[in-house]
């Protein structure tokens, strides 16, 4: 038989999702009569709006015609998407050569791993989106791990928590390290603000590392303040990929687009350049996006179509209101919401489990326990915007209801 990538046996197991899905199913044959809503997922739940949907049919009929039929295209996607990428989200301080086009912002991140090696050195806030040590597990570069503190040995996490305002001590960052950093976050919402997101790219140049900054939430600022992309940094060209995605602003996470942004001017140690090998792995282990998805990305970006995912992503964000208020009335401490989709909630005295417990048998709301982000996320809740606007109402009322009395 063949031998195993050792790797893979350090993956931790998906613990968080199939422990969740077990307690609600627990609960769910307890209690056949209540109705449970959750607040917990992070995929999308409101229909592709009209101009995406219109362009995908047109698309499709024209691929059952000689003339319209497309086979493969450029691995690197369509010019047409990456200039539309490069000038609308981008107000053109990237080329549209810098930008790759793929089948999502995970998959990206999976492919990024493969230009550094086990022996690269990363840092990640914590807690974070799990595919970024997930796949650099994969590849080897984290070291065993610390079974007691859920952590690998070649890693470097950077704690996110009230104590620094959600955004990490830089000092920590390793020399030539990988720093991921993701902005909106996921899971705490927090958005770092443009004087924070400089002290990041000065830190990351001091420490002649390299920023993988995931902007998968960027549709989800509104305070014009604030920066969507790390591009609006100065500096940031030189030391900074961006990744990003079609599936939370535009209702992708099934459709399958996103991005990457690998600047010419990013240069490793011996001065060669990062857009040449990830134009190589993208060349041989991907095979470009779905030409249905490069036309629906093609009408996101239409003015019909931002003003149409600008309005759904509206009505998300209506939702994130609606929880914080209901959270906040009832005395949760919370953040997030209001430039982004999640709110990370702490219910004072509970651990993240015993608050999801609690949650659930009290009010039949299923959140996200904090904790499986990673070991600073231990004591919040993840709360997401995603569902469907009478499943928020009715668990806002319910929080309300539940929560709104006086507290042992
Ligand atoms: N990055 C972050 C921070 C996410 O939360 C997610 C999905 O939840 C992704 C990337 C995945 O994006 P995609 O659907 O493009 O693979």
């Given at each position: 038989?063949?031998?195993?990538?050792?790797?893979?046996?350090?993956?931790?197991?998906?613990?968080?999702?199939?422990?969740?899905?077990?307690?609600?199913?627990?609960?769910?044959?307890?209690?056949p009569?209540?109705?449970?809503?959750?607040?917990?997922?992070?995929?999308?739940?409101?229909?592709?709006?009209?101009?995406?949907?219109?362009?995908?049919?047109?698309?499709?009929?024209?691929?059952?015609?000689?003339?319209?039929?497309?086979?493969?295209?450029?691995?690197?996607?369509?010019?047409?998407?990456?200039?539309?990428?490069?000038?609308?989200?981008?107000?053109?301080?990237?080329?549209?050569?810098?930008?790759?086009?793929?089948?999502?912002?995970?998959?990206?991140?999976?492919?990024?791993?493969?230009?550094?090696?086990?022996?690269?050195?990363?840092?990640?806030q914590?807690?974070?989106?799990?595919?970024?040590?997930?796949?650099?597990?994969?590849?080897?570069?984290?070291?065993?791990?610390?079974?007691?503190r859920?952590?690998?040995?070649?890693?470097?996490?950077?704690?996110?928590?009230?104590?620094?305002?959600?955004?990490?001590?830089?000092?920590?960052?390793p020399?030539?390290?990988?720093?991921?950093?993701?902005?909106?976050?996921?899971?705490?919402?927090?958005?770092?603000?443009?004087?924070?997101l400089?002290?990041?790219?000065?830190a990351?140049?001091?420490?002649?590392?390299?920023?993988?900054?995931?902007?998968?939430?960027?549709?989800?600022?509104?305070?014009?303040?604030?920066?969507?992309?790390?591009?609006?940094?100065?500096?940031?060209?030189?030391?900074?990929?961006?990744?990003?995605?079609?599936?939370?602003?535009?209702?992708?996470?099934?459709?399958?687009?996103?991005?990457?942004?690998?600047?010419k001017?990013?240069?490793?140690?011996?001065?060669?350049?990062?857009?040449?090998?990830?134009?190589?792995i993208?060349?041989?282990?991907?095979?470009?996006?779905?030409?249905?998805?490069?036309?629906?990305?093609?009408?996101?970006?239409?003015?019909?179509?931002?003003?149409?995912?600008?309005?759904?992503?509206?009505?998300?964000?209506?939702?994130?209101?609606?929880?914080?208020?209901?959270?906040?009335?009832?005395?949760f401490?919370?953040?997030?919401?209001?430039?982004?989709?999640?709110?990370?909630?702490?219910?004072?005295?509970?651990?993240?489990?015993?608050?999801?417990?609690?949650?659930?048998?009290?009010?039949?709301?299923?959140?996200t326990?904090?904790?499986?982000?990673?070991?600073?996320?231990?004591?919040?809740?993840?709360?997401?915007?995603?569902?469907?606007?009478?499943?928020v109402?009715e668990?806002?009322?319910?929080l309300?209801?539940?929560?709104?009395g006086?507290?042992?």
């Open positions: 038989m063949v031998i195993r990538n050792p790797h893979l046996a350090r993956l931790t197991s998906r613990y968080l999702f199939s422990e969740i899905g077990r307690r609600r199913r627990e609960f769910a044959a307890a209690h009569e209540a109705k449970v809503i959750s607040l917990g997922i992070g995929d999308t739940t409101e229909p592709l709006v009209e101009p995406i949907v219109t362009a995908v049919r047109e698309r499709a009929a024209a691929m059952g015609t000689r003339e319209g039929y497309a086979g493969y295209g450029d691995e690197q996607g369509l010019t047409a998407l990456r200039q539309r990428i490069a000038e609308v989200l981008y107000g053109g301080k990237v080329a549209a050569d810098e930008v790759f086009v793929s089948d999502g912002c995970k998959c990206d991140i999976g492919r990024l791993q493969l230009m550094f090696g086990p022996a690269a050195r990363l840092a990640v914590d807690p974070s989106y799990p595919a970024y040590v997930d796949s650099a597990v994969l590849t080897g570069m984290t070291g065993g791990l610390i079974e007691e859920g952590q690998f040995a070649g890693i470097t996490y950077l704690p996110c928590d009230e104590g620094n305002g959600f955004f990490p001590d830089l000092t920590v960052i020399e030539r390290g990988i720093v991921y950093f993701c902005s909106p976050n996921n899971p705490t919402g927090a958005v770092a603000t443009r004087a924070q400089q002290q990041l790219v000065t990351v140049r001091a420490k002649r590392a390299l920023l993988v900054f995931d902007a998968a939430y960027s549709a989800y600022i509104r305070d014009p303040q604030l920066p969507r992309t790390i591009y609006e940094i100065d500096g940031a060209g030189e030391v900074a990929i961006e990744t990003s995605s079609f599936s939370k602003p535009a209702g992708f996470t099934g459709v399958r687009l996103g991005w990457t942004v690998v600047p001017a990013l240069r490793y140690e011996d001065g060669s350049r990062l857009h040449d090998d990830f134009n190589r993208v060349t041989t282990v991907f095979n470009g996006a779905s030409v249905f998805s490069q036309a629906a990305g093609l009408a996101a970006l239409s003015p019909a179509g931002l003003e149409a995912t600008r309005r759904q992503v509206d009505h998300y964000l209506g939702n994130a209101r609606l929880i914080r208020e209901a959270l906040t009335t009832v005395g401490p919370c953040r997030g919401g209001d430039n982004a989709p999640y709110l990370w909630v702490r219910i004072p005295g509970k651990s993240s489990w015993e608050a999801f417990d609690e949650l659930l048998h009290k009010a039949h709301v299923v959140a326990p904090g904790a499986g982000f990673g070991p600073a996320g231990e004591g919040y809740l993840r709360f997401s915007a995603f569902g469907h606007r009478e499943n109402e668990a806002a009322g319910r309300r209801r539940v929560f709104g006086p507290r042992p």
